[in-house]
């Protein structure tokens, strides 16, 4: 079995050495920066990882882990204009290094080449393998969706949330983990609780990342804390702060997300106080611990030696210790 670092290597070798032959350039130079940018390529590295705990030729299925990831940065490209964002991974956006319109192409054009690599698998297997992406394409718009009518919302509620979370972050976790067990040949039974592995495991990454926006090291983070207060981003953190204040918390919450204008460290402190005086950390760090112990609960039941899920294990155990 390859380790992980050694799964990592294989993969951004045949990234990196994608032939772009179709033109115009100008279409597929955004695509190829995109995919050049870099990032933890946790979707491939679990598809690679899953297969490779039913069959020793992970090679094989370098297509599918390279339409899985470019489907992901799709969505990362797409993200980024309508959030205008300005940066990513420490390099300008698509729409900022072109403009808005390349970005809507190359993103579109990033799509249909997901899921022309993704038929790139074996005939018998090529049916379940669609079905479950585009599923899952179609979920993920659904969580976006949710996640943009949340922000004009100030009655979501905890199961809306992690509904939403699961939708937009989980499901293509699961999706990848299920994909490399179905080219692998698995069990449907192993493949579906790898496919549930991904999908609790999945919210547990999603809450903790909202939890490091408020409790993270701005150092080790890598970017400053704060961000989800200051644009009312309806987390985990902040619904159920609304849930757990008292009357004058809940005016003061309520002020901070309602005020036009303010100073941003200044609100990013007072809301991190109502959030203290609530036990809304210890709430987030048990429900983190929750899907994560739920997680494997599902890796357990995979019905293979426990050697040949150490590096999956290991690779999510760290996943769930990081800081960034």
């Known amino acids: 079995m390859l380790t992980a670092k050694e799964i990592l290597g294989k993969f951004n070798s045949y990234l990196d050495n994608l032939p772009y032959t179709r033109e115009p350039q100008s279409l597929y130079e955004p695509v190829k920066y995109v995919l050049s940018m870099g990032g933890k390529r946790i979707r491939p590295s679990l598809m690679l990882m899953a297969y490779n705990m039913f069959k020793d030729d992970p090679e094989s299925i370098m297509p599918q882990a390279c339409a899985i990831e470019t489907y992901h940065n799709y969505t990362l490209l ?11 991974r420490g390099m300008q956006t698509v729409h900022v290094k072109w403009d808005a319109n390349t970005a809507i192409l190359s993103g579109d054009s990033m799509l249909v080449l997901a899921f022309q690599r993704m038929m790139q698998c074996p005939g018998d297997k090529l049916k379940p393998v ?12 659904e969580g976006q969706q949710y996640d943009m009518d949340f922000e004009t919302r100030t009655d979501v509620k905890e199961e809306e949330y992690i509904e939403m979370i699961r939708l937009k972050t989980s499901v293509l976790l699961a999706c990848s983990l299920k994909i490399g067990a179905i080219l ?3 069990p449907a039974a192993d493949a579906d609780n790898l496919y549930k592995f991904g999908e609790q495991m999945g919210l547990a990454f999603q809450l903790q990342d909202d939890y490091l926006d408020v409790y993270g090291d701005p150092a080790v983070f890598g970017k400053a804390i704060g961000g989800d207060i200051l644009c009312n981003k309806k987390t985990y953190m902040l619904i159920n702060a609304f849930n757990r204040a008292d009357g004058v918390q809940r005016g003061e919450l309520l002020k901070w997300v309602t005020a036009k204008q303010f100073d941003p460290k200044e609100k990013i402190a007072a809301v991190t106080d109502i959030y203290n005086q609530v036990g809304i950390k ?11 112990a739920q997680s494997r609960k599902y890796l357990a039941d995979v019905n293979v030696a426990d050697e040949r899920k150490a590096v999956l294990a290991a690779y999510t155990d760290k996943m769930m210790k990081r800081e960034k």
């Open 78 to 88: 797409h993200d980024d204009l309508m959030d205008n964002a300005d940066m990513r």
């Open 130 to 141: 669609l079905d479950l992406f585009t599923e899952t394409s179609l979920e993920i718009g």
């Open 184 to 186: 692998a040949d698995a």
């Open 282 to 292: 210890r709430l987030a760090e048990e429900k983190i611990e929750y899907y994560f």
